[in-house]
């Protein structure tokens, strides 16, 4: 993918993460709760093992938000330490705690014919979710998609771009690991 963006074709690029996107939504709408339950608890197993390289990438953003000049403020919200990462891993953790949202019957009624009509909740398909330099968030936003049953593709800010890309190769090392199609959670490649 880097290899499309290097060389000027981000619409392929944009393109291609929606088709693998689309095709993972598929085989995630119609898993269970259990293995959308056990990707989680494997996301947050990999965020914890690979903790030391999220806060060496985390670095890298913060040595660059200082040369840019941010905000004590701004760098706060980028800012990750052990705690932060570990908190990171117990947000996933606790979205698997949350009831199932998926086919539960939202109203029902009869119709005169006998007809019973019902409104059962389902996944949208693909998300794409454009959030600010807040590396938890691709976390946070995957975890809430993938219980929902949803695909999602995430652009971070440009501030947090090295922070986030390491939080998303732990979130895909989790869904290969409970064996969920990694293109289920997928990030923008490109600051631009």
Do not use: F
């Amino acid at each position: 993918m880097n290899a499309q963006i290097e060389s000027g074709s981000i619409p392929q690029a944009m393109e291609a993460l929606g088709q693998a996107a689309r095709a993972a939504a598929d085989g995630l709408a119609m898993s269970g709760m259990e293995q959308r339950n056990l990707a989680l608890r494997e996301c947050a197993a990999a965020i914890r093992e690979q903790s030391a390289i999220i806060l060496a990438a985390n670095e890298k953003d913060l040595e660059s938000g200082r040369a840019r000049g941010l905000t004590a403020a701004l760098l706060d919200r980028l800012a990750l330490d052990a705690s932060r990462v570990e908190a990171i891993a117990v947000g996933l953790e606790t979205v698997c705690d949350l009831p199932d949202p998926l086919n539960r019957v939202l109203a029902e009624w009869d119709r005169p014919n006998g007809l019973v009509i019902q409104r059962v909740s389902v996944p949208l398909g693909v998300i794409g979710i454009i959030y600010e330099s807040r590396p938890n968030v691709t976390a946070d936003a995957a975890a809430l998609c993938l219980k929902s049953g949803n695909a999602v593709i995430l652009r971070g800010g440009s501030e947090s771009y090295h922070s986030c890309q390491a939080i998303y190769a732990c979130l895909t090392d989790g869904l290969k690991s409970a064996g969920v199609n990694p293109a289920a959670v997928q990030m923008v490649p490109t600051t631009d």
